[in-house]
């Protein structure tokens, strides 16, 4: 398979900041964020919903980041999948302080999570400069509707159980477990042709 | 219960931890297992390797300019204080199947089920490179990756931002020495998306910092420095050895 290098050389360059971010290079660290911030930030607006909470997760995100480096090499995924799950963990803990503050916004946060429907996956140029395991993914979901894609990308970027995304997405319990695993089946078998 | 002997029951249930829709009682059976048996384990890193990705998916958006002072002052505030607090390991719980894998060494055989991660190890193991640079524009929005790798001695620049130069401009990459000595051309930039230049070592050696400035058109001779305005600028960073 074709490599698209520019891909590469991207992974190339995060591998050797967050190294040197392990080593307590704060220039590094600056240089990773102004390569990864935007799409980092991106995924914590999908999460939390809200600039302001998105923002505060990033800036958790980071300094995480900054005290855990030293352990990518380890981790053995891709730079940005790495900081993404961070993104992901840092969104869902200030989700849960909020939920448990009682904060009024944490009710509005599930009410709207219905306008994502419309919002489908990312466009084709959001996989241009990801990671080739991450554009396979791409490729994959593009052959699910756009219904599935969605359900899959909130589950995974919330971590939320069946009954909860049912909830959230106002849809019947079975039809959410119908489509996740419809959806796992066909990643399953499309990401295998790809790999 | 026995998962790995029927496989699609182990792919289902290592599909449902890494989407996240298996929690409570069942995630922590599952852990457990996985934390037994290399092939459970095995089955949960290659769903989380497919799934990493939709982080990568979506949108990009510029954050306020706020947010990095407050992630610099924080970070200078506990370089201050000498003795970094250790990384809370809660979030880790995911990584923590990562790590045990490669301990384990499954990742054999999390190859050979084709998770992909076999350009990661490629990765890993290839580069030459030595120093890498990302420089930004005045809004700290990243425009170009540099990379060099001593051994073919070649400047890789390519273009991540959205700037493009009027037709009679060029777009020139200078190393800025320490002590504000005189600027020193490191090549003229084409306009396509990734660009190869010709450098050795001792042009990068101890230099701080990279910039690019916007010249006539094929440049300005190195001597002079820059004429025109220094459009992106970023520091070296060595790799560590």
């Not at chain 1, 958790?60 to 940005?80: M, Q, V």
């Not at chain 1, 997405?169 to 790999?195: E, N, S």
């Amino acid at each position: 398979m074709p490599r698209d290098s520019s891909a590469a050389s991207q992974d190339a360059v995060l591998m050797v900041l967050i190294d040197r971010v392990g080593h307590h290079d704060e220039a590094a660290l600056r240089q990773l964020y102004d390569i990864s911030a935007p799409r980092m930030l991106g995924v914590a607006m999908r999460i939390v919903r809200q600039r302001e909470w998105a923002e505060d997760a990033l800036q958790e995100s980071f300094l995480t980041i900054w005290r855990i480096a030293g352990d990518y090499r380890e981790a053995l995924s891709p730079p940005l999948a790495w900081m993404g799950l961070i993104v992901r963990s840092r969104c869902l803990d200030l989700l849960r302080k909020r939920a448990s503050g009682r904060d009024p916004q944490t009710q509005a946060l599930d009410e709207s999570t219905a306008d994502t429907l419309q919002s489908g996956c990312a466009d084709p140029m959001d996989a241009a400069d990801a990671s080739e395991q991450a554009r396979a993914l791409h490729r994959c979901l593009a052959q699910l509707d756009q219904r599935q894609r969605e359900v899959v990308s909130l589950a995974y970027l919330r971590e939320l159980t069946h009954s909860e995304l049912a909830a959230q997405m106002a849809l019947p319990l079975g039809t959410v477990k119908t489509w996740i695993r419809a959806a796992m089946d066909k990643l399953r078998t499309c990401m295998k042709q790809t790999a | 219960m026995n998962p790995s002997a029927n496989p699609r029951l182990l792919d289902l249930l290592a599909a449902s931890h890494a989407l996240g829709t298996m929690h409570g009682a069942a995630r922590r059976r599952f852990e457990a297992l996985a934390r037994e048996q290399p092939e459970v384990r095995a089955a949960a890193l290659v769903w989380q390797a497919r799934l990493a990705g939709i982080s990568e998916l979506q949108p990009a958006i510029a954050p306020d300019p706020a947010v990095w002072v407050r992630i610099q002052n924080l970070v200078d505030a506990e370089q201050r204080r000498q003795h970094p607090a250790p990384g809370r390991r809660g979030w880790l719980r995911s990584l923590a199947l990562w790590r045990s894998v490669a301990a384990a060494g499954v990742f054999a055989a999390v190859l050979a089920a084709g998770a992909g991660l076999h350009l990661y190890q490629e990765l890993r193991d290839a580069p030459a490179i030595r120093y890498v640079a990302v420089l930004a524009d005045d809004k700290a929005a990243a425009a170009m990756l540099v990379t060099f790798d001593p051994k073919n001695r070649q400047l890789l620049l390519q273009r991540i931002g959205g700037f493009r130069e009027a037709q009679n401009k060029s777009l020139q990459l200078w190393a800025l020495p320490p002590g504000g000595a005189a600027p020193r051309s490191l090549g003229v930039i084409d306009s396509g998306p990734a660009i190869r230049l010709t450098a050795l070592e001792s042009q990068l050696r101890a230099v701080p910092a990279l910039a690019v400035s916007l010249e006539p058109k094929g440049g300005v001779p190195g001597e002079g420095g820059p004429t025109g305005p220094v459009l992106f600028k970023g520091a070296l960073i060595e790799r560590s050895p």
